[in-house]
Nanobody
Framework: VQLQASGGGLVQTGGSLRLSCAAS????????MGWFRQAPGKDREFVAA????????YNVGLVKERFSISRDNAKNTVYLQMNSLKPEDTAVYYC??????????????WGQGTQVTVSS
């Protein structure tokens, strides 16, 4: 499956962005989806995940009250709604497709990333 992330950009502290990740090539609904992010000089970190049917979601504690993941299987797209953005949310955000919920590895399908920059 090929993944194309979009929706990043420059936003002020407290603002919102919605990232999208469009999938093509294979049946999107077969995959659990996730979002990761990588800030300069830091390791890539997990942000959120969602099950194949959208019925189960996970968010990491740091963003749990501010970010939400959703998907539209009819549109082959997963979203990450980000509210109350902070400068520390600045990173490249990646979407990933996996056969196993909650387990994402380098051998899964990764998108190319979209840059999110939050100014103070």
């Amino acid at each position: 499956v090929q993944l194309q992330a979009s929706g990043g950009g420059l936003v002020q502290t407290g603002g919102s962005l919605r990232l999208s990740c469009a999938a093509s090539g294979r049946t999107f609904s077969r995959y659990n989806m996730g979002w990761f992010r990588q800030a300069p000089g830091k390791d890539r970190e997990f942000v959120a995940a969602i099950s194949r049917d959208g019925g189960t979601t996970y968010n990491v504690g740091l963003v749990k009250e501010r970010f939400s993941i959703s998907r539209d299987n009819a549109k082959n797209t997963v979203y990450l709604q980000m509210n109350s953005l902070k400068p520390e949310d600045t990173a490249v955000y990646y979407c990933v497709a996996s056969s196993t919920l909650g387990v994402f590895t380098a051998s899964d399908y990764w998108g190319q990333g979209t840059q999110v920059t939050v100014s103070s």
